[in-house]
């Protein structure tokens, strides 16, 4: 009668283990995807989902803007577009084309950061509530590159 308890039990805790490893999504292949520069989970940031392609036709995803444009640099001559997710509509445009708000109040994937817009005015409103700087791509690419240095 005990030995019957054990192996139900055994059988129980079995299943329960593997139940575990069948709801775990890493454990049937699917990666977690990262930020190409520093690593964060791509998948947390849908809001602030940045793209780059390359002249050799490579693309890579980052967290948002601020990493975007840490790859933008580092990439040089290698750099050919980029897309960002606007934070109102979640949509993806030319990050180029873009407007963005820096060092607002409001933190989306990482500090000090800009936040994508794909018009001036929706910028300028985030900008009113929130504090920050309206820029557009090219101003960001300098502000962020004087950052890094």
């Known amino acids: 009668m005990v030995y ?4 139900r039990w055994f059988f129980r805790f079995i299943l329960c283990v593997i139940f575990i490893f069948l709801m775990n999504p890493l ?12 690593g964060m989970d791509v998948s947390k940031y849908p809001h602030t989902k940045y793209g780059v392609t ?24 290698k750099f050919k577009s980029a897309t960002a997710a606007d934070l ?7 990050a180029q ?4 708000v820096y060092k607002s109040t409001v933190i989306t994937d990482m500090a000090p950061g ?3 817009f794909v018009t001036r005015v929706n910028a300028e409103k985030f900008q009113k509530g929130f504090g920050g700087k309206v820029v557009t791509y090219q101003e960001a690419l300098e502000i962020w590159k ?3 240095k």
């Open 97 to 100: 084309k873009g407007f963005y």
């Open 4 to 7: 019957g308890r054990m192996e």
């Open 27 to 38: 454990s049937w292949g699917g990666e977690v995807k990262r930020c190409i520069v520093c």
């Open 146 to 148: 004087e950052q890094m």
């Open 114 to 116: 800009f936040i994508a």
């Open 54 to 77: 390359t002249t050799e036709s490579e693309e890579f995803f980052t967290c948002g803007v601020q990493c975007g444009l840490t790859l933008h640099l580092r990439l040089k001559e």
């Open 88 to 94: 109102l509509s979640n949509r993806s445009f030319d």
